[in-house]
């Protein structure tokens, strides 16, 4: 039997303090029931709770330890930077280097603005799709997340032509009136929605893999249906690679679909274990914003040096050839592996996976 006792005290003595003892909802372990583990550290695949138990983490920080905890490459550069400072509200090189390298993995990201977090990326990225095409809707896909976003929490309503309903009190219901929320892997319902309003629609915002109802992925010819609906409207299309980039292949899902979006949000790997986040694409688009152009978007530690140091650590070993295949080989037998674990418990389930991401459904 698992002891935990020590994650329950802490749990009970976190949420005199802290709401629900979290600072993110799901690591309360609300949808799954149990309780939630305080962690002492991590190593390699491992990670250990307060109570001395070791666990082999697939969570990997919800995405952004691809090289798992304690990396040498990816501390060393850390500890390097550190000794120099951690923030100076200035530009420093680093930014320039990480800039460089998700470019060089993403050739439709011919510009990158670091920020701090997802939410923070494609926020900043709808704002400036708005801006530069000077129009308001947004269209979503149900099941789809990106970040807390206010405009974003939202879901479809009952018909196709009724308003979406917010799924979080504190978002009015005049900040979602411009988003439209429809089905994923339906290129109809796009066309539906695009044929009345097209003219009026900003942006297409999308995960190219839903990772976040499970692991859905996109259908043969969707994503190129996508594009060619954005082209024929003007529609600026963004691909979320919060997830998905430097995951699903070294160029994320745009690589491995071939399939070019205009803007390009990422977080979570191009971090490497600290708060980074980052929105990129078209020159022309991303000259938009200030100081070059008039869409606003600021940031106190955006760029900031130890997050930067980390990330470069951590793009520079992807960079390395044969990395995306080894981790094809190794989920495609973890993913097998658990098929066969359920299947020979009785247990009926079905398994999706692209790449490295991977999902049980019961
Ligand atoms: C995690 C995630 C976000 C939000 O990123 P945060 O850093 O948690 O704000 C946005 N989009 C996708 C696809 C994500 O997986």
Redesign the pocket.
């Known amino acids: 039997m698992l002891v935990i006792d020590k994650s329950r005290k802490a749990f009970k003595e976190a949420s005199e303090s802290i709401p629900g003892s979290v600072n993110s909802p799901v690591r309360a372990f609300g949808a799954v029931g149990g309780n939630a583990l305080f962690i002492e550290s991590g190593h390699g695949c491992y990670i250990n709770d307060i109570d001395g138990n070791r666990y082999v983490d697939y969570v990997c920080s919800?995405g952004p330890l691809i090289l798992g905890h304690l990396d040498k490459t990816v501390i060393r550069r850390v500890k390097d930077t550190l000794k120099r400072g951690t923030s100076f509200g200035a530009p420093t090189e680093l930014e320039t280097q990480l800039a460089q390298l998700i470019k060089e993995a993403m050739p439709s990201v011919e510009k990158v603005r670091m920020v701090n977090?997802?939410?923070e990326a494609?926020m900043s990225a709808i704002r400036l799709a708005r801006g530069y095409t000077k129009r308001d809707l947004v269209i979503k896909f149900e099941g789809c997340?990106?970040?807390h976003v206010d405009g974003l929490l939202v879901q479809a309503g009952s018909g196709a032509t009724t308003l979406g309903v917010p799924t979080s009190p504190g978002v009015p219901q005049d900040y979602i009136r411009n988003t439209i929320t429809i089905p994923f892997n339906n290129l109809d319902a796009i066309k539906e929605v695009c044929r009345n309003q097209g003219a009026k629609i900003a942006c297409i915002i999308i995960?190219p893999v839903a990772?976040?109802m499970g692991v859905v992925p996109p259908k043969k010819g969707y994503l190129k249906g996508l594009r060619n609906i954005s082209d024929k409207y003007g529609i600026v299309l963004i691909f979320?690679e919060?997830?998905t980039g430097f995951r699903v292949a070294h160029g994320g899902a745009q690589e491995l679909f071939k399939v070019t979006p205009d803007l390009t949000t990422l977080?979570?790997i191009i971090g490497g274990g600290l708060p980074v986040?980052a929105y990129g694409g078209k020159a022309e688009i991303m000259d938009c914003v200030s100081p070059n152009g008039p869409v606003y978007q600021a940031g106190t530690l955006s760029g900031n040096p130890l997050a930067m140091a980390s990330g470069i650590a951590t793009l520079e070993k992807l960079k390395k050839r044969g990395i995306y295949k080894k981790l094809e080989r190794r989920s495609k037998r973890l993913s097998e592996g658990l098929k066969t674990a359920a299947s020979d418990a009785g247990i009926l389930t079905y398994h999706t996976r692209v790449g490295s991401m991977l999902c049980t459904f019961f």
């Open positions: 919800w977090s997802g939410t494609t997340y990106h970040g995960e990772g976040n979320d919060v997830m977080g979570k986040g």
